[in-house]
């Protein structure tokens, strides 16, 4: 069984063919996927979505291109959407300085609510970085010293000091399509040396589609080619990893249940 740790089923691309994207990535050996919400808008869609498959989990945050646009979403309000059974992580958030669609010093805001509700909840904490590696690995060390919580680097693309610096605080680091790409050398180098017990696959669904299905929306069925090929990169078989990456998705994310 795979998971797929992060994608979003309610993006164009996917909600129009929901069901079947749903059963197709089951059809390829994905037990789980993780519904992740960018804006408070999408929270309840989200939500009700996970509510209708005992396979589906969701979160809630408001991702950093989104910051500016809610600046009334604090850990209280997260808290409190966070209240939901099927909602088990905070996020995504985190700080992009690629496209600089929000203020720098509001997404580091909402960054830190953020924190605070996933260290309030329990609940990992979803992150998003973009050549903001200094300001995030500074303020993930800074708030982890006001009181512990966890969470996973998703859709890791960053140096290898950067890995380095979130696993020594404790977090996951999830790999997308993106380390398949033929450029990506020194992210397989990175991939190939993350402790296994703290390594996650996902699809960032519908974005970032792995190879050999590149040019194609991404839909969570394709993880299995992400993880297919950090197998061979790591030296292992491609079930071994399947099951690595489903036991640490579970004992992140110990909100959800095993399928089953």
């Excluded at 309610?10 to 992740?36: C, F, H, P, S, W």
């Excluded at 992009?96 to 203020?103: A, E, I, R």
């Excluded at 069925?221 to 090929?229: D, E, Q, R």
Aim: some cysteine.
């Amino acid at each position: 069984m795979l998971v797929d740790s992060h994608c979003h089923l309610n993006y164009k691309g996917l909600r129009e063919d929901q069901t079947a994207v749903i059963e197709r990535a089951r059809a390829a050996g994905v037990g789980t996927m993780l519904g992740i919400s960018t804006r408070a808008s999408e929270w309840d869609e989200v939500i009700a979505l996970a509510g209708s498959h005992p396979d589906i989990w969701a979160t809630v945050g408001i991702h950093p291109h989104e910051a500016d646009a809610h600046p009334d979403v604090d850990a209280d309000r997260l808290v409190t959407a966070a209240a939901h059974d099927k909602v088990i992580g905070i996020g995504e958030t985190g700080l992009d300085y690629y496209y600089d669609h929000s203020d720098r010093g509001r997404q580091q805001a909402s960054f830190r609510s953020h924190i605070a509700a996933a260290r309030t909840t329990g609940l990992p904490l979803i992150v998003h970085t973009r050549d903001a590696e200094a300001d995030t690995a500074a303020i993930l060390a800074d708030e982890m010293g006001k009181g512990a919580f966890t969470g996973v680097i998703h859709c890791f693309t960053a140096s290898e000091a950067f890995a380095e610096q979130a696993l020594g605080l404790g977090f996951y680091i999830s790999l997308s399509g993106i380390v398949t790409f033929r450029n990506a050398r020194d992210l397989q180098a990175t991939a190939a040396a993350l402790p296994a017990e703290r390594l996650l696959v996902e699809t960032d669904a519908p974005f970032l589609a792995p190879v050999p299905m590149r040019g194609k929306t991404c839909e969570p069925a394709y993880v299995a080619h992400t993880a297919a090929f950090v197998a061979g990169l790591r030296g292992v078989a491609a079930d071994a990893l399947a099951t690595t990456t489903t036991d640490n998705f579970f004992r992140l994310f110990t909100r959800a249940r095993r399928p089953g």
